[in-house]
């Protein structure tokens, strides 16, 4: 599931952090146990109709199971606010009623006699779901759970298209169909919708049939051979165009409106070199017939990693202009890497949601390494890093592994996501690149249409390496919190004495864990790994020559935090010569608190030409161009930036900045703005000419081109007010 977390625009987010206003979920006292197995499901068959409208389902369905161990003569069935009409068992060509008791979210049924574990039966049920009528309550990632979604159905929103979509996750198919609704039972599934024949529809698995009814309807039946979890299940039905891609031999399609068809291949393009990367690095190839992506209206949440059919939220579905302001390539790699963790290999309770979206994060953290480079990947990082933190104070926050909770919705979290993805990744860089995907191969191999939970990869990982890996996944993953690392030093007689002390909260376990250090002098660099096993250390270490620099975590592996006093010739050191994303970060933020002092104002013009077009644009802001020392050195930087840079965040920003000067030179390139084609630059400028030219505001409205016009409607209309 693909949680829509807002990682701010740098600028305003680094420099906001307050830890001090985070607030913790409860945790409850009751142990969240992993379902027990009397039956399990074997195979799923349903046959549904749509009630437009009383947004109803009219379903039939024939499930399969068998007992798992012990002999049972009863099944109990999920099956929430329906309509139950008929419940039978199949006896060839007949259908032995059944006794049930129905409680309106539980189905207790008496079976006609004990069965074995080696032995199959199959129930057949005549139903209508209700899904609107249910009173069901979602989370911060799934904001509803009523599992099957009528959009438009009396299509009286003429903007609005009329669809028909399900989530499952986390226990919401049993909204729309009976089902043991649980992440460790798996089944194989054909799937028989009947729907308005001017409408498509997706299922998992392949399109086997399709017949034409003599109503205006089509019966179309998606077959899944492979087994996979209920909450996985999915349909969508709708006017949707379909761009054909491919991977191998194997299908890739794109689901979108027809106003966004023509850009099918620029939002989705990169899907099948994603499926390519993670083919190889995990030397498991994409296990199944197809994979599909689609996008509905009004989703609940972000995406979902459905078996062969990913569904995305509407935020997905850009044209080529909105593409340059932004895209949603992590969430495409995210739900793309659910197909291996999560869907191949399933978390087997909620408890361990780790195993599927801690996986799913990383994967867009190695997904954006590959694609983009260290730096992205780096960049994807400490994004990650500052979004768990923000959820934590003083070090405090849950197990990643969490059998205690208030709620299996509370599971969707910065921990189960973003800090789940750096422990995986630190794990990677101990362990090895090589060994660690060779584990994670072996994890998936053994664990194939089955479920899985942290132990699983503790065993894979260390078969393959012969190392004990159990003080880690205890750490890491059983106990909660993070260290916060206070480090002080003295350097004199070129000997450096370093003093680290865990400073987070004394209720936080003491961390074991590597700690890389880069220690600079005017000789070079000195480069040390230490072993942290107590709330102090001190540390004593020759130097070649004077001391210029510390660089604590020089990777910035570390899932906690490190605090140590710096000057503003350090904050200047570290953007030159130690220049990794997070210290190159942190040298801005410190900029822009400090704005009137030189090493600042250094800092500043320096970063004006970073790689980065955020940290640009966040240089740019910062940057204080009525300051005359600043003016000669930045202003024709900035001018630059503004026509020529291709990033649309770059450009707007600093048609801003020069629009604050006032100055006729520049009214041509800042009024050449409205031109652009980023809605963002347009959007900028507009708001840059009302705050520094306000007579010329309704002139300026009038040259913006309609397509822009249209899409900055509510942002123009804003503006106009007095």
Not at 498 to 513: G, K
Request: charge should be neutral.
């Amino acid at each position: 599931m693909g949680k829509r977390i807002a990682y701010l625009y740098l600028a305003i987010s680094l420099s906001a952090i307050d830890m001090s206003q985070a607030q913790q979920l409860p945790i409850d006292q009751q142990y969240r146990s992993t379902p027990s197995k009397i039956n399990n499901l074997v195979h799923t068959k349903l046959d549904v109709r749509f009630d437009y409208k009383n947004q109803f389902l009219n379903g039939k369905e024939w499930i399969t199971l068998q007992p798992h161990f012990y002999p049972t003569d009863s099944l109990r069935l999920d099956a929430k606010g329906m309509d139950i009409k008929q419940i039978a068992l199949v006896n060839g060509q007949q259908l032995i009623p059944l006794k049930y008791t129905y409680d309106d979210h539980s189905l207790a049924i008496k079976l006609d006699r004990n069965y074995l574990a080696n032995e199959k039966y199959t129930i057949y049920l005549d139903y209508t779901a209700k899904p609107n009528l249910l009173k069901a309550q979602g989370s911060a990632a799934i904001n509803d759970a009523k599992g099957l979604y009528f959009i438009n159905p009396d299509e009286s929103s003429p903007n609005k298209p009329q669809q028909i979509w399900t989530q499952g996750e986390t226990e919401a198919s049993s909204a729309w169909f009976p089902t043991i609704d649980r992440p460790n039972q798996k089944t194989t599934a054909e799937i028989s919708m009947t729907v308005l024949d001017k409408y498509v529809s997706l299922s998992n698995g392949a399109l086997v049939s399709q017949q034409k009814n003599n109503d205006g309807t089509r019966t179309d039946t998606w077959k899944m051979e492979l087994p996979h979890a209920p909450y996985l299940f999915m349909m969508a039905v709708g006017d949707f165009k379909i761009y054909q891609d491919k991977y191998n031999n194997i299908p890739v399609d794109y689901y979108l409106e027809p106003k966004y068809a023509p850009y099918a291949k620029d939002i989705f393009g990169k899907t099948p070199a994603m499926m390519d990367f993670y083919g190889k690095i995990l030397g498991v190839p994409y296990p199944w017939n197809k994979y599909a992506q689609i996008v509905c209206r009004d989703y609940v949440s972000g995406a979902m990693e459905n078996t062969t059919a990913t569904l995305h939220g509407e935020h997905v579905q850009k044209t080529k202009r909105e593409l340059l302001d932004d895209n949603e390539e992590g969430t495409i790699a995210h739900e793309l890497f659910h197909q291996w963790f999560g869907d191949l290999v399933t978390a087997e309770s909620w408890s361990n949601l780790t195993m599927n979206e801690s996986f799913a994060t990383f994967g867009e953290i190695i997904w954006h390494e590959h694609d983009g480079g260290k730096e992205k990947g780096d960049k994807s990082r400490f994004e990650k890093l500052q979004s768990y933190l923000k959820s934590t104070q003083n070090g405090n926050s849950p197990a990643l592994a969490r059998y205690y909770y208030h709620d299996k919705e509370d599971m969707f979290d910065h921990i189960s996501y973003a800090k789940g993805s750096l422990i995986l990744y630190a794990l990677k860089e101990q362990m090895g690149d090589a060994a660690f995907y060779q584990s994670l191969k072996k994890y998936l191999t053994e664990n194939s249409f089955k479920t899985g939970e942290p132990q699983q990869l503790r065993l894979a990982m260390e078969e393959v390496t012969g190392k004990d890996w159990a003080p880690y996944f205890n750490q890491w993953y059983y106990k909660g919190g993070h260290p916060i690392l206070s480090v002080t030093h003295k350097s004199e007689n070129n000997t450096l004495v370093l003093n680290i002390a865990q400073v987070q909260d004394s209720t936080v376990q003491t961390f074991q864990l590597p700690l890389s250090i880069d220690i600079y002098t005017k000789e070079g660099k000195i480069s040390k790994t230490v072993q942290l096993n107590k709330r102090a250390t001190q540390l004593t270490i020759p130097l070649a020559g004077p001391l210029e620099f510390i660089d604590m975590d020089p990777q910035k592996t570390l899932v906690g935090e490190i605090r140590i006093d710096k000057t503003e010739a350090d904050y200047l050191y570290q953007y030159e010569h130690a220049p990794s994303f997070a210290n190159r970060v942190s040298a801005l933020v410190f900029a822009l608190k400090n704005p009137k002092t030189s090493a600042a104002r250094e800092l500043l013009t320096k970063a004006l030409a970073d790689s980065d077009a955020d940290l640009v644009a966040m240089a740019i802001q910062g940057t204080d161009l009525t300051d005359p020392t600043v003016r000669k050195s930045a202003e024709k930087i900035i001018a630059s930036l503004a026509e020529k840079s291709t990033a649309s965040i770059v450009r707007s920003s600093a048609i801003a900045k020069l629009a604050g000067l006032k100055s006729k030179k520049y009214e041509p390139l800042i009024f050449n703005g409205l031109k652009d084609q980023s809605y963002m630059v347009i959007a900028s400028t507009l708001m840059a000419i009302k705050a520094n030219y306000p007579a010329k505001l309704q002139q300026s409205i009038q040259k913006v081109d309609a397509e822009a016009a249209e899409y900055l409607k509510a942002h123009i209309a804003n503006l106009s007010k007095s």
